[in-house]
């Protein structure tokens, strides 16, 4: 009686084990497709991410969380203006919508313009949804429609260049219209990912591929991947060529050269990170890290002291430091039948805005914060002009601004 008993508590034993196997299994397999990953192709690395206490213990903050008291303008105006850029006369706003256009505001009295699409496929029918361009009912539409990101001006010739997610570099003349295409491959792969963008004095244009293995609607997987197939490319209008300058870059993003031209900065949102590439000098064709970030960088913008405004979306966590250092974790982790909203909550994942100031050497000059995401949250660009900050986001349909200094 006693080895039975002995025998059925082993069963149980060995049985629980095995459920607790099959319930693991069937959480990685995912066969239902219930998780955020939907069956697909999950690779997960781990990052390249400096020490959270490094890092957190030295980021100064914003107690007075003083980006509350900035102004939400054109509110269901215009629909995630990710760039913001002025032409050569000083007009402007121009901003790239989720509906694929590039508009400009020309004033009270005529409101905003349609200044430029990416392709002659637009269509008023299928493109323009209004506010609902940032909403999902967009995406089925977005590879067709174009979605232009980062906006640059030749302040020479007054052409508009532009990063489509999806149609690559491209530009247009001072009175808009169709966007001509000028790079949509590098090194003989395609250029999945357009994201940024920034014209040297000679005329090349560097620019950014995010990923050569998701396109802009799958950018989340890319972080969650922490995959680097990212690009630095540069096109040459000379030869009408496009090379890859660097490789294997974990989401780069943002894009900004240096006042004296003799280096560039690139976000890599993934590592939340800035990284120098130097254009000339000793260290040329050289990269090293500029500045390690609280959070997740998007693009950065150079103002007249040849400083870096830097848009965040933040914060770091420890829980996501531990996902980052171990991809098996992450491997079963976000293949719980969950939101992937819900993973990051409960991770620890905030979404509020930290915008910073960084000299020419990486050091801090000004953080400015909106840490309960009242009034500003999902940023991606920060430009300075005339003692203002025109902030752009990528996901709501507004503009913030905030006088500065």
């Not at 913001?84 to 919508?97: Q, V």
């Not at 963008?197 to 922490?226: A, C, K, P, Q, V």
Request: with cysteine; glycine share 10%.
């Amino acid at each position: 009686m006693e080895k039975h008993s002995t025998y059925i508590e082993e069963l149980a034993k060995h049985s629980l084990i095995l459920l607790m196997a099959m319930g693991l299994g069937l959480i990685f397999m995912d066969p239902f497709q219930m998780g955020p990953l939907g069956g697909r192709d999950y690779r997960p690395v781990k990052h390249n991410v400096a020490p959270y206490r490094q890092v957190m213990d030295l980021w100064p903050r914003d107690n007075q969380s003083r980006l509350r008291n900035g102004k939400l303008e054109f509110v269901d105006e215009v629909y995630g203006p990710e760039s913001l850029e002025f032409d050569l006369e000083g007009r402007g706003p121009y901003t790239g919508l989720a509906d694929g256009r590039i508009v400009r505001w020309m004033g009270e009295s005529v409101g905003w313009e349609t200044f430029a699409i990416a392709t002659p496929s637009w269509s008023e029918k299928l493109c323009a949804n209004g506010i609902n361009s940032t909403t999902a009912k967009q995406s089925k539409h977005e590879q067709l429609c174009g979605r232009p990101l980062g906006l640059r001006f030749d302040r020479e010739k007054g052409d508009l260049y532009i990063a489509d997610a999806y149609y690559g570099l491209m530009t247009v003349g001072p009175k808009g219209g169709i966007a001509t295409p000028l790079a949509t491959h590098a090194g003989g792969k395609p250029i999945l990912f357009a994201n940024d963008l920034d014209i040297h004095r000679n005329g090349s244009i560097f620019f950014t591929d995010t990923s050569m293995r998701y396109n802009r609607l799958d950018h989340f997987f890319i972080l969650l991947e922490g995959e680097s197939t990212g690009r630095l490319l540069r096109y040459d209008p000379s030869s009408k060529t496009t090379h890859v300058v660097l490789d294997g870059l974990a989401f780069p993003n943002g894009v900004q050269i240096s006042r004296d031209q003799t280096f560039l900065i690139f976000t890599e949102t993934t590592n939340c990170r800035l990284m120098r590439y130097w254009l000339e000098g000793p260290k040329a064709g050289e990269v090293e890290v500029f500045a390690n970030l609280a959070g997740f960088p998007d693009n950065i913008r150079l103002n007249e002291k040849g400083q870096f405004w830097v848009a965040i979306d933040c914060c770091r966590t420890p829980a996501e430091e531990v996902l980052s250092h171990n991809p098996w974790i992450r491997s079963i982790y976000f293949r719980l039948p969950m939101k992937l909203n819900f993973l990051a909550y409960l991770v620890g994942m905030k979404t509020y805005t930290v915008i910073t100031l960084f000299d020419e050497r990486g050091e801090i000059l000004e953080v400015l914060e909106d840490q309960r995401g009242e009034v500003m949250k999902l940023v991606s660009e920060v430009k300075e002009v005339d003692g203002k900050l025109w902030i752009g986001t990528v996901a709501h349909n507004h503009i913030a601004t905030f006088p500065y200094p």
